[in-house]
C-alpha cells in the first residue's frame, strides 16, 4: 500500500490541482488506517470546492473518526447540497 501512496504523492508534486488524484489519494489512506492523513488530503478537497456527496460523507467518517465535528459538519452539508 505504501508503494500506491508514494506514487499518488509523487503525482500530486508534479500536478497539486488534480483533484481525482488527492481523493484517491485520501481513499487509500483512509483504507490504509492512516486516517489524519487521509483528513489532511480531504480538507484540501473540500477547501478545493471539489469533493461530491458520497465523497464527503465518506470524509465526514474520517473526520469523526479523529473527532474533528467541525469538518464533519462541513462535510454533511456538501453532501446535503449534492443530494446525498
Same mark, same amino acid.
Given at each position: 500500500?505504501?508503494?500506491? =501512496?508514494?506514487?499518488?504523492? *509523487? +503525482? @500530486?508534486?508534479?500536478?497539486?490541482?488534480? !483533484? %481525482?488524484? /488527492?481523493?484517491? &489519494?485520501?481513499?487509500?489512506?483512509?483504507?490504509?488506517?492512516?486516517?489524519?492523513?487521509?483528513?489532511?488530503?480531504?480538507? =484540501?478537497?473540500?477547501?478545493? *470546492? +471539489? @469533493?461530491?456527496?458520497?465523497?464527503?460523507? !465518506? %470524509?465526514? /467518517?474520517?473526520? &469523526?473518526?479523529?473527532?474533528?465535528?467541525?469538518?464533519?459538519?462541513?462535510?454533511?452539508?456538501?453532501?446535503?447540497?449534492?443530494?446525498?
Amino acid at each position: 500500500m505504501s508503494d500506491r =501512496v508514494d506514487a499518488l504523492r *509523487r +503525482a @500530486l508534486e508534479a500536478d497539486p490541482s488534480n !483533484a %481525482a488524484l /488527492r481523493l484517491m &489519494l485520501a481513499e487509500t489512506l483512509a483504507d490504509a488506517g492512516r486516517r489524519a492523513e487521509a483528513l489532511d488530503e480531504y480538507a =484540501v478537497l473540500v477547501r478545493d *470546492r +471539489a @469533493l461530491g456527496g458520497a465523497e464527503a460523507v !465518506a %470524509a465526514a /467518517r474520517v473526520a &469523526l473518526d479523529l473527532g474533528r465535528l467541525d469538518l464533519v459538519a462541513e462535510l454533511l452539508e456538501i453532501a446535503r447540497d449534492a443530494g446525498v
